[in-house]
């Protein structure tokens, strides 16, 4: 069963906790992408990574961490400093090198900071 | 900068009738453009993309694009309240990134 998996589904922090988002895929895809969506918004790109052990920042890095130390896996840590955390995040996929670009995302995990 | 515009909606037909989804995209260079389906509360899936001029057709969905003016739509035909979702337009941008618009809510109503 290909696909996607992110956890967990909610999660609930205190204010000044760091939280790590898991994101696995066994598409065999090499690109990973985090974005964060807001209610009633689009899609904002947190950090992307096209190959294993490299990674950009995308529109909205600031607060945010994350590693690629294996292709299957793409983890994103919300630190403290991140001043408003609480979103939707989504994890999502990609197949380079076709020319194509379509993604394909997790189920995502909804954040709450209080 | 690339952009690509949406009408926010929301976007009301009546079960049954077609609806007309648009999207503007600001670089003439684009080749290739994406349509993802959102559920409220859920995750954006993939449901159509199209790469050259014209129409593609999938099931009750047809997506159009045009170049020359730098649009593409997607057009749902006999409209189900299923249909009930928010659809968001993606571009592709350098280094395998995509841009999405805000993406249009659209309601089908029994």
């Known amino acids: 069963d290909g696909g996607i998996t992110q956890s967990p589904k909610y999660l609930f922090r205190k204010e000044g906790q760091n939280v790590t988002l898991s994101c696995e895929q066994n598409?065999?895809?090499?690109?990973m992408y985090w974005y964060r969506q807001d209610p009633g918004q689009g899609l904002r790109l947190i950090y992307y990574?096209?190959?294993?052990?490299?990674?950009q920042k995308g529109d909205i890095a600031e607060g945010y961490s994350v590693s690629r130390e294996k292709k299957e896996s793409f983890p994103l840590t919300v630190t403290s400093a991140q001043k408003n955390p609480t979103a939707f995040y989504l994890c999502a996929a990609s197949s380079r090198g076709q020319g194509n670009y379509e993604q394909y995302f997790g189920p995502g995990t909804r954040l709450t900071v209080t | 900068q690339k952009e690509v515009e949406q009408n926010s909606g929301p976007l009301s037909v009546p079960e049954g009738a077609i609806a007309s989804l648009n999207c503007t995209y600001s670089?003439?260079?684009?080749?290739?453009f994406f349509w993802y389906r959102q559920y409220s509360g859920k995750s954006p899936e993939l449901i159509m993309f199209?790469?050259?001029?014209g129409d593609k057709e999938d099931g009750r969905f047809t997506a159009q694009l045009n170049k020359a003016s730098q649009y593409v739509s997607l057009l749902i035909r006999d409209s189900q309240p299923s249909d009930s979702a928010t659809y968001l337009c993606a571009v592709p941008n350098q280094g395998g990134k995509l841009i999405f618009g805000q993406g249009t809510e659209l309601s089908v109503k029994p």
């Open positions: 670089d003439r260079g684009s080749q290739s």
């Open positions: 199209i790469y050259s001029n």
């Open positions: 598409l065999n895809h090499d690109a």
């Open positions: 990574s096209q190959i294993v052990n490299d990674f």
